[in-house]
């Protein structure tokens, strides 16, 4: 597609609820990665793709995040059991190729994020 | 990472020049300055990128100092919609790892 798509645009969860998360990167975009932003704050790293290996996996918070990208396309970040100060914006980005060559090549481009309220 | 330096807000008059300095002054010699900007409730946007040269594209201009321990964003024609949060960020050469976003400045324009 033209850009990175995620969705819900916005989430409510109580309390302990699962939730799952979707992002569309640009076609042919190697490298997918996740981030947290929390209000007022810059984003913070979650984990990263490239392809459908998960290279990265530092900044998830706790066991309770997971990410897949199975195929190498769409991402999916799920957190089990929601806890209040997981309320953030979750972005997605993707750059077109993972590492190496041109460092224009590298440039992220981000979606608009998915807003988790949790309850 | 080399860590980068931003005040914390500026305000800039509509139509003037809106220049976002930034300070980075343990970067290494493979590592690019990437400027980000982010308006309220979407997600950043890739501005412009440089490694020693002073570089100018359709959005943007960013000036490097000779020794590469800062940076000045200059935006010639600021509008009402530059309105944002502007991240300074810098970045090996060829990395295809995670950007690391500071605090970034929030630049105001007035009318």
């Known amino acids: 597609g033209a850009g990175v798509s995620q969705s819900p645009r916005y989430k409510v969860a109580k309390r302990g609820q699962d939730v799952a998360l979707r992002c569309d990167p640009i076609s042919g975009h190697v490298s997918l990665f996740w981030y947290q932003q929390a209000l007022g704050q810059g984003p913070e790293f979650l984990t990263y793709?490239?392809?459908?290996?998960?290279?990265?996996k530092s900044g998830l918070p706790s066991d309770r995040f997971f990410a897949e990208r199975p195929e190498g396309s769409v991402s999916t970040l799920k957190i089990q059991r929601t806890q209040q100060e997981d309320s953030a914006v979750y972005l997605c980005?993707?750059?077109?190729?993972?590492?190496?060559?041109?460092?224009?090549?590298?440039?992220?481009?981000f979606g608009a994020g998915s807003r988790l309220t949790v309850l | 990472d080399a860590k980068t330096t931003q005040p914390p807000s500026m305000d800039c008059a509509e139509g003037r020049a809106a220049n976002l300095p930034c300070n980075h002054s343990?970067?290494?010699?493979?590592?690019?300055v990437y400027w980000y900007r982010q308006i309220h409730s979407q997600g950043p946007q890739y501005i412009i990128h440089?490694?020693?040269n002073n570089e100018t594209n359709e959005m943007a201009s960013l000036i490097i100092t000779e020794d590469r321990k800062s940076s000045t964003l200059i935006l010639p024609h600021a509008t009402l919609r530059d309105t944002a949060v502007y991240y300074c960020i810098v970045r090996p050469s060829g990395s295809a790892r995670q950007l690391t976003f500071g605090s970034g400045t929030q630049l105001t324009v007035l009318p």
């Open positions: 440089g490694l020693k």
């Open positions: 793709f490239q392809n459908e290996a998960q290279l990265d």
């Open positions: 343990t970067i290494s010699g493979n590592e690019y």
């Open positions: 980005a993707s750059s077109l190729i993972g590492g190496g060559r041109s460092s224009g090549a590298n440039v992220l481009t």
